[in-house]
């Protein structure tokens, strides 16, 4: 299991830069005009976990494997991407496969970077990107309906799904999102989804995009992202995209180091992943031998069975136990054999539910 993030946001936002920094590759071009990106770049990247290196630092592995994200840099959208305007909703199609969305919003002046809408507007530019999705989940949505209309005088409860899926119809004709509709709990709804992946009814994290000035104080570009997103109930995480990728060539020190000159706090990926995870409801929990030191992600809730069919589903299918010690004994104790002579190794059967940072090892029959 992992998580991907799909970044949208108008042309000369900064999109692409904020890309090529999170991913530490060049693959995006980063040009000043529009669609300057043309296919959806995608890259899998590290998930920052410091506590692998401190268990590895224990356990002396031959290898330190992370969990990963894939990020995926959409091509910027414009208004009436829905209807084909720009690059077209082809791009609004590469936003279904993203379990979160990333909207890079320009918070700040330069005459020398041109903006698609000839001004500085960053609620104006959320308000565009968010109709555009709104629109082609109506578009999406209107040939459900005509399908299900059919199928209503054939199938068994179809006819509820219908119902369901005109009330959301109007919903989103109203200019408001899947994500706000009152039926979103329903059955119906949810298989709807599924099926459909409304864009309009995914997480969104707004990435506040600053001048290196902008990220000692809030400018007043930040400050209405940061109301607009406590009314949406996202997250707003405010970076300097430029900054970012003057970091690629750096070591983890320098980085650590520069950030700490502009007054410290995690790199905008670390936040990213960390809302993103938080986001989904994901945790990490981690094996540990002398082969490898290794993060897995699991959905929190995930009882022991299920995080072991991560690694492998015969895992799961013949799970017997598994032998569990917490992150912080395992560093305490300085390792298995110490923590399980202490007494901090426990032996978790099938209902045991995996806490972030567990280090585990399944016992299972082949």
């Not at 770049?41 to 998930?47: F, R, T, Y």
Request: charged share 30%; aromatic share 6%; proline share 2%.
């Amino acid at each position: 299991m992992g998580l991907s993030i799909g970044i949208v946001g108008l042309p000369n936002v900064g999109k692409s830069t904020t890309f090529n920094a999170l991913t530490k590759t060049q693959n995006a071009q980063a040009a000043n005009y529009p669609f300057c990106t043309i296919e959806p770049n995608k890259a899998v990247v590290s998930v920052p976990d410091e506590r692998l290196l401190e268990l590895a630092k224990i356990v002396n592995p031959q290898r330190i494997l992370h969990s990963q994200v894939e990020f995926v840099d959409i091509a910027g959208l414009v208004r009436g991407a829905s209807k084909g305007e720009g690059l077209g909703n082809q791009f609004l199609a590469n936003i279904k496969e993203a379990d979160v969305i990333l909207h890079i919003v320009r918070c700040f002046e330069d005459s020398d970077i041109t903006h698609v809408e000839n001004r500085i507007d960053p609620i104006g530019d959320i308000e565009i990107i968010e109709l555009e999705l709104i629109l082609a989940d109506i578009a999406t949505l209107q040939k459900r309906i005509a399908k299900l209309e059919r199928e209503s005088k054939a199938q068994k409860g179809a006819n509820a799904m219908l119902e369901v899926a005109k009330d959301l119809l109007t919903h989103l004709e109203s200019g408001k999102s899947a994500k706000s509709f009152c039926s979103c709990d329903t059955q119906e709804f949810l298989t709807l989804d599924k099926e459909l992946r409304f864009l309009s009814n995914k997480e969104v994290i707004f990435g506040a995009n600053v001048d290196e000035e902008g990220l000692c104080v809030d400018n007043e570009f930040v400050k209405q992202v940061r109301e607009y997103g406590a009314g949406q109930g996202s997250e707003v995480i405010k970076l300097c995209a430029k900054i970012e990728e003057d970091m690629v060539g750096m070591s983890d020190e320098e980085r650590k180091e520069f950030l700490q000159e502009l007054g410290g706090g995690d790199s905008g990926l670390a936040q990213i992943i960390r809302v993103g995870f938080a986001k989904l409801g994901l945790i990490s929990y981690f094996t540990a031998g002398v082969q490898e030191v290794r993060s897995w992600t699991i959905k929190k809730g995930d009882k022991a069975p299920q995080a072991a069919g991560v690694i492998h589903k015969d895992f799961e299918k013949g799970f017997i136990r598994a032998e569990t010690i917490s992150y912080e004994d395992f560093i305490k104790y300085g390792g298995e054999q110490k923590a399980k002579e202490a007494g901090a190794m426990r032996s978790e059967g099938k209902d045991y539910i995996v806490q972030d940072g567990d280090v585990m090892h399944f016992r299972f029959n082949v």
